[in-house]
């Protein structure tokens, strides 16, 4: 929690009191307390900005913000009726605390919506066991009523492994792979960045690869990874086969925590392919043993569909299942008893607008109301928590950023728009799609390997900070600066500069009256993986500010645990507080925030193997 100081007035009272007192005169002498630290000092600022922290420490509407959009309005999956609440929801507040042109702009088409409508899993013979299970977005109904039936263990890890299952799984629920290496953790769950995290990354050269949160690969051993060159066959093959459920083990998350996101789609066989359902293509496709002659001829190239797209085929319904249950159940099968599940899922597809919408308000500027500085975060959110920190945090950060400017009645010179993206999980689509009609589109080509259906995304380039060869939009001389939040629920300690050195200066005055909560850290690093990069890909300066993980990583990102009991009030505030200082620093200088110098794009071959 936040330390205030204690009030200058207080403190030289305390200070008269103790020097003239005739009673602390005659007290004996106390022994020294022992030392502790000093809340920091709140730096000098201007008066804008302390009306700024006032009005964001002290009276926050931050949390209640984030907990309709998670308690109340739940799961934000795009194109789902929830989403459309959130953004409707959302756009009504923006106009009641004063904002204008509050309004969802269309982007699209997306596809169609999904929505969970009934669920349960367990395990009903041999004995009871209640599973921590969650289902794979898109995935189909079972029907009105639950399916009880056999349990499989399938393990496939190469291409003779096939036949071992043929003919044996046509209704089956399957447990589907290995059971997973769960290693009792000895590291903090939650942490904060370190001194030397943030030194790091001040340090930072701007050339060794994007910064961004990560997880450890979970495909750690050659085994694993061979079998994963097997997943389109293996999915073909149930399809095949009947296999009536698929249940397959989380491989992030431990103690009950699971993590999963959308159903795979692979596209069933091709029937001129030279396979035959007696020999699966990637039987067909391994070297003879020695002495038989010729290879097979290779595998046909499977890409995976995107579940959401109307015309994506029939799938199995697959459910990811937390790892130490499925494990229990891999052992189980092994020892030989005989399982049976019940499976209640019940879902709905949504097709009646295909349409997606992203969230947009504006306060108006003063005398140079015809440029624009932007602030955002993405407001969709996988479907097995309520997205708390991927992303109704952000969310809610903008939101109250922008109340703080509103109910403080400052003037920006700059108009201020703030955005709530959709379709940010699916591939930053919301924010590709805003950046491209208002200010512009890379004119390069896109990288070889272009979605499935043949769609091809401007935004697919390799040098995601490079800004050549643009199709620019009058709008694109008209932003100053776009300001993005999407890396957890944890507090603000900076902002990277996705390598535009010439923001730095600015940038360190801007944080100075935030020291003493913690902000001070600028990196030169490109990070990834959220809504800035669409603006960033075109020449536009577009950042994100650099958090505290917290949990990000062992709970919350993607998982069933991304819930509002997750979030730190204290760290929204603060964030709240710099995202409105940033927004309004950047509206009221005279000039625009400086732009990288435009660089050539290029487009390098892609690896051996590569796909999207």
């Known amino acids: 929690m936040l330390r205030p ?70 799961p934000r999956l795009t194109g789902s009726p929830e989403l459309r609440r959130a953004s409707e929801w959302a756009r009504d507040r923006f106009t009641t605390w004063g904002l204008k042109n509050a309004a969802l702009e269309p982007w699209g088409p ?143 998350g431990e103690s009950g925590t699971l993590f999963t996101a959308a159903a795979t789609v692979y596209p069933p066989r091709d029937p001129n392919a030279k396979t035959t359902k007696a020999e699966p293509a990637a039987e067909k496709s391994a070297p003879k043993k020695k002495g038989s002659g010729k290879s097979g001829p290779p595998a046909p190239t499977v890409r995976t569909a995107q579940a959401w797209k109307t015309d994506a085929p029939p799938i199995i319904p697959q459910v990811t299942v937390a790892a130490e249950h499925y494990n229990r159940l891999a052992r189980m099968a092994a020892a030989g008893e005989k399982l049976r599940a019940a499976i209640e899922l019940q879902t709905d597809y949504h097709t009646a607008d295909l349409m ?114 643009v199709i620019k939009k009058p709008a694109h001389e008209k932003l100053s600066a776009y300001f993005n939040l999407d890396n957890g629920g944890g507090k603000i300690r900076g902002i990277y500069l996705q390598n535009n050195e010439a923001a730095r200066p600015i940038f360190r005055e801007w944080l100075k009256p935030f020291k003493d909560l913690g902000a001070e850290t600028i990196s030169l690093a490109n990070t990834g993986g959220t809504d800035h990069l669409p603006f960033d890909q075109i020449g536009l300066p577009g950042f994100q500010f650099i958090q505290d993980t917290i949990e990000y990583n062992s709970r919350t990102h993607h998982g069933n645990m991304d819930v509002y009991d997750r979030v730190i009030a204290d760290d929204l505030k603060q964030a709240a507080v710099i995202m409105a200082a940033f927004v309004y620093e950047a509206a009221m200088r005279d000039e625009k925030l400086p732009r990288k110098p435009a660089r050539p794009q290029t487009t390098p071959a892609p690896a051996a193997g590569a796909s999207r």
């Open 110 to 252: 997306f596809g169609r919506g999904w929505s969970l409508r009934r669920f349960s899993a367990q395990i009903v013979a041999p004995q009871a066991i209640p599973l921590i299970a969650y289902p794979k977005a898109w995935s189909p109904s079972l029907g009105a009523r639950a399916l009880e039936a056999e349990v499989v263990h399938v393990d496939i890890k190469k291409p003779e492994d096939f036949e071992r299952y043929r003919g044996k799984l046509r209704g089956a629920i399957v447990l589907d792979g290995a059971a997973i290496d769960v290693k009792v953790g000895f590291e903090p769950l939650a942490r904060r960045r370190t001194e030397a995290d943030l030194l790091a990354l001040a340090n930072h050269d701007g050339v060794a690869g994007t910064t961004r949160p990560t997880t450890a690969s979970p495909l750690a051993n050659p085994e694993q990874r061979a079998a994963l060159t097997l997943t389109p066959q293996r999915y073909q093959f149930f399809t095949e086969e009947g296999v009536a459920v698929l249940l397959q083990p989380s491989r992030l």
């Open 356 to 469: 997606a919408a992203n969230v947009v308000a504006e306060i108006p500027g003063t005398d140079l109301a015809d440029e624009i500085v932007m602030l955002g975060a993405h407001l969709d959110s996988w479907q097995s928590g309520t997205g708390a920190t991927d992303n109704a945090a952000g969310s809610a950060v903008v939101m109250e950023a922008v109340r703080i400017l509103r109910a403080l009645d400052l003037k920006p010179r700059r108009t201020v728009r703030a955005a709530l993206w959709t379709g940010e999980e699916q591939g930053l689509l919301g924010s590709k799609a805003y950046v491209a009609a208002h200010f512009g589109e890379p004119k390069t080509a896109p990288t070889p390997n272009t979605p499935a259906s043949g769609e091809a995304d401007p935004f697919a380039v390799t040098r995601p900070a490079a800004a050549g060869d």
């Open 5 to 74: 100081s204690l009030p200058r007035e207080l403190a030289s009272l305390l200070a008269v009191i103790t020097i003239v007192s005739p009673l602390a005169a005659q007290a004996p002498a106390a022994a020294p307390a022992p030392a502790s630290p000093a809340a920091p000092a709140v730096p000098p600022a201007p008066e804008h900005i302390k009306r700024i922290r006032d009005e964001g420490l002290n009276r926050s509407e931050v949390m209640a913000t984030l907990s309709h959009l998670t308690d109340i309005v739940g």
